[in-house]
């Protein structure tokens, strides 16, 4: 078996290969990509006002056909979000609009208007029908995604909230900001409701966080070039992880096992064992990348890079 000593005393970890299985070239440099949660698309947003979505069964054949492309933004696409079941697309850009597309059937299905740059980062509620939208003045408002009606709003500090996740069981909302600093909200707590807990973890903005799927440990990554990980049950945090040399923009949690993806302005990709606390593996890529996501079975990794690049590699 293929292994890579990592330092550590009797430890041993399988080093993990990874393949690439195609490059798509876009027309901008692509901030965001996404999978549905039925595993069945795939959406990427650019710089250049629009989002790209392709069936997923395409993406294995030589010439993937996209399958739509959304447009209408004013200007860049920053994020890109489906909901639970897959049947909605949300996409924020800098215009400071959010547009609600219907997957299935193609069309502009709502748009949420929003003061400038407060629709940075989106997280939908766990029945898709709401949506959590933040950004710049460290508030968290919840709105319906079909009246766009604010719901909820929920506060930090005031600060550009450059992060934001949504635990798999619902119950835990985190936000962090360009000042290093995480909120964390239990939506189940109705004696201190939208009382968050605060932890300064990083020196620099924190791009990208996630939970564990057992929704234990929130794993958060900065521009400081650190990874943290929060144990949620003593709010403390447990490890600072290193080992990438430039900025860390995303980080995702593959959907069955017990490791996580980081993705860097050092153009690459490090796949890390979360039990053992080390990288086990770094993917090269061909620019700096922006966003990196597992498809929802974690067989395949979907990148996006500064050059336009959208990069699919899958593990030999």
């Known amino acids: 078996i293929n292994a890579e000593y990592m330092g550590i005393k009797d430890l041993y970890i399988p080093l993990e290969m990874y393949k690439i299985l195609k490059e798509i070239p876009l027309n901008d440099c692509i ?12 959406a990427a947003g650019t710089l250049d006002e629009r989002v790209t979505l392709w069936d997923t069964k395409s993406l294995a054949e030589k010439d993937s056909v996209k399958s739509a492309e959304f447009d209408g933004h004013k200007l860049g696409v920053i994020d890109v979000r489906f909901n639970p079941s897959g049947s909605r697309l949300a996409v924020a850009s800098m215009d400071s609009v959010v547009k609600i597309w219907n997957v299935d059937e193609g069309g502009l299905m709502s748009e949420i208007g929003c003061n400038p740059f407060e629709a940075w980062r989106l997280e939908f509620t766990s029945n898709g029908r709401e949506i959590f939208v933040t950004g710049d003045g460290g508030k968290i408002v919840k709105y319906d995604i079909e009246t766009k009606e604010s719901l909820e709003t929920l506060k930090t500090v005031d600060a550009f909230n450059s992060a934001i996740a949504l635990s798999r069981n619902g119950r835990w909302l985190a936000t962090a900001n360009n000042l290093g600093l995480v909120f964390l909200f239990n939506l189940e707590d109705r004696e201190h409701p939208g009382t968050p807990i605060k932890h300064e973890v990083h020196s620099k903005m924190i791009r990208s966080l996630c939970f564990t799927a057992d929704a234990k440990r929130l794993i958060i990554v900065s521009d400081d070039q650190h990874i943290s990980l929060l144990d949620i049950a003593s709010n403390k945090p447990v490890q600072s992880l290193t080992g990438h040399k430039g900025n860390i923009n995303s980080v995702d949690i593959h959907p069955t096992e017990n490791k996580f993806i980081t993705a860097s302005f050092d153009q690459t990709i490090r796949v890390w064992d979360i039990d053992s606390k080390q990288s086990i593996h770094t993917i090269p890529c061909s ?14 990794i979907a990148a996006g890079a500064e050059n336009g690049i959208l990069s699919l590699y899958s593990q030999k």
Do not use: H
């Not at 901030?31 to 795939?42: E, K, M, P, Q």
């Not at 620019?287 to 929802?296: C, E, F, G, R, V």
């Open 31 to 42: 901030t965001s990509v996404a999978f549905s949660g039925r595993g069945d698309y795939l």
């Open 287 to 300: 620019d700096n990348i922006w966003s990196a996501k597992y498809s929802n079975d974690g067989r395949t």
